[in-house]
C-alpha cells in the first residue's frame, strides 16, 4: 500500500533507532497540484499523529501545492485545514473556458477558505512548524501577463534548461518566503532569495507559489519582497534537487510524502528523462510513496491530476476526487503502522534514480 525509499545515511539511522520522528526536522511537499489528494491522508496524520511525541521544531519545505500543504500544517489544528484545503480545492469549479484572473482568482478564495479564522496568524506565530513557500521571480517575457510573451519566454526557459539545469537561472530566480531562517544549497547555483512572511505578503507568497505561468495571473511585487513579477515555484523546485540547512543539526532527516519515486528537479524536467536528482541530496532523506497496487485501487486506476478538469464533468470529477481523499486515509494508516515495525529498516528500499 506505501513504499518507502531512503538514502544511504537514512537508512542507516532507521537501522540503529528505527523510524523515529525525533530523527526528522523537516518535511517536503512538492508541486503537481491536484496530485496531492492521493497524499492527504499522510498530512492528516504526519504533524497531528506520527510528531506528537515529540516538541522539537519541525521545517516544512514547499512550492506551489506542497506550499499549500505547508501553510496547513503550520496551523494550530494542522488536520482540519488539511481538510478544508482537500475540500475547497477538490470542489473547484470553472466555467467552459476560465480566464488566468479566473483561475487566479479561485486559488485565492482556496486560500482564504483555508486560513479559517485564524490561519495567517497561527501560521506566522507557530512556536514550533515553520512553514517555507518557495516561489520563482520571473525574468524575461515571463514577467509578462501577455501569453503573447509568456509562451515564447517558457519555450526559451525550456529550451535553455534542457542544454543545463543552471542556465535557468537567467530565466527564473528562486524566492523563499519563511518564518524562520534557512538556507538552500543548490547544486546548479540558481539564484536564492530570503524573505520574511508576514501577515501583510502571506497570502500573496502562497498564492504565487501556485500561480502556473500562462494558466494564472502571476504575483506582481509582493509586500516587502524585490519588485517583480512572482510565479509558481515548481518552476525551480518542481519536486527538488537541494539541500536545506536551518539552525539545527544538518544530520536530521527530511520526511518526503511523495506521489512518485522518481522526482524530477524542476518544472521542465519532467520530460527529460535524465534529469534525475543528485543522490547526495537524497541521502538524509526518507520519501513515502503511495504504491502501483494502491494507485490501481483508486478510481479510474490513477492519481488526479490537473488534466482531469478538462476530461471530466464537474460532478464526475469531484466525486472521483473525493473518493480518492477518503481512501488515502488508508496511506495514514499504514505509515503509522510501519512507524511503529521494529524491523522497518527491511521494508526500506533504496531510491530508484540513484
Given at each position: 500500500m506505501l513504499d518507502i525509499y531512503a538514502g544511504a545515511t537514512a537508512l542507516e539511522k532507521i537501522q540503529s533507532q528505527g523510524l523515529s520522528p525525533s530523527?526528522?526536522?523537516?518535511?517536503?511537499?512538492?508541486?503537481?497540484?491536484?496530485?496531492?489528494?492521493?497524499?492527504?491522508?499522510?498530512?492528516?496524520?504526519?504533524?497531528?499523529?506520527?510528531?506528537?511525541?515529540?516538541?522539537?521544531?519541525?521545517?516544512?519545505?514547499g512550492s506551489s501545492a506542497g506550499a499549500f500543504r505547508a501553510a496547513c500544517m503550520a496551523q494550530a489544528k494542522p488536520r482540519d485545514a488539511i481538510d478544508r484545503l482537500a475540500h475547497f480545492y477538490s470542489h473547484t469549479v470553472y466555467?467552459?473556458?476560465?480566464?488566468?484572473?479566473?483561475?487566479?482568482?479561485?486559488?485565492?478564495?482556496?486560500?482564504?477558505s483555508m486560513m479559517g479564522d485564524n490561519g495567517i496568524d497561527e501560521i506566522l506565530h507557530n512556536p514550533r512548524v515553520k512553514p517555507h513557500f518557495i516561489v520563482a521571480r520571473a525574468k524575461g517575457l515571463n514577467k509578462y501577463e501577455s501569453k503573447w510573451a509568456q509562451i515564447p519566454g517558457l519555450a526559451l526557459s525550456a529550451a535553455m534548461n534542457y542544454c543545463s539545469r543552471s542556465l535557468l537561472k537567467y530565466t527564473f530566480d528562486r524566492v523563499v518566503f519563511s518564518t524562520s531562517s534557512i538556507k538552500?544549497?543548490?547544486?546548479?547555483?540558481?539564484?536564492?532569495?530570503?524573505?520574511?512572511?508576514?501577515?501583510?505578503?502571506?497570502?500573496?507568497?502562497?498564492?504565487?507559489s501556485g500561480s502556473?505561468?500562462?494558466?494564472?495571473?502571476?504575483?506582481e511585487n509582493i509586500i516587502g519582497a524585490p519588485k517583480g513579477?512572482?510565479?509558481?515555484?515548481?518552476?525551480?523546485?518542481?519536486?527538488?534537487?537541494?539541500?536545506?540547512?536551518h539552525h539545527q543539526h544538518d544530520d536530521n532527516l527530511i520526511l518526503y510524502p511523495h506521489f512518485y519515486a522518481q522526482p524530477s528537479p524542476g518544472w521542465f524536467d519532467k520530460s527529460i528523462k535524465s534529469r534525475v536528482p543528485h543522490v547526495r541530496n537524497y541521502d538524509n532523506v526518507v520519501m513515502l510513496?503511495?504504491?502501483?497496487?494502491?494507485?490501481?485501487?483508486?478510481?479510474?486506476?490513477k492519481i488526479p491530476d490537473r488534466t482531469d478538469f478538462e476530461t471530466m464533468d464537474a460532478s464526475t470529477r469531484i466525486t472521483y476526487w473525493t473518493q480518492v481523499l477518503k481512501q488515502t486515509?488508508?496511506?495514514g494508516d499504514?505509515?503509522?503502522?510501519?512507524?511503529?515495525d521494529p524491523n522497518i529498516s527491511q521494508r526500506i528500499k533504496p531510491f530508484v534514480f540513484s
Open positions: 530523527l526528522f526536522d523537516t518535511i517536503l511537499g512538492a508541486s503537481g497540484g491536484p496530485k496531492w489528494f492521493v497524499l492527504a491522508g499522510l498530512d492528516r496524520a504526519i504533524i497531528p499523529e506520527f510528531f506528537a511525541s515529540t516538541s522539537h521544531q519541525i521545517n516544512v519545505i466555467g467552459t473556458k476560465p480566464t488566468p484572473k479566473d483561475i487566479t482568482q479561485s486559488v485565492i478564495d482556496i486560500m482564504d538552500i544549497d543548490c547544486p546548479y547555483n540558481l539564484p536564492t532569495e530570503y524573505q520574511t512572511l508576514n501577515k501583510d505578503n502571506l497570502i500573496q507568497a502562497l498564492t504565487a502556473i505561468p500562462a494558466i494564472m495571473e502571476g504575483v513579477m512572482y510565479r509558481d515555484g515548481g518552476v525551480v523546485d518542481y519536486h527538488f534537487d537541494i539541500k536545506c540547512k510513496v503511495p504504491s502501483a497496487r494502491f494507485v490501481d485501487s483508486l478510481p479510474y486506476q486515509n488508508q496511506l499504514a505509515f503509522l503502522e510501519m512507524a511503529s
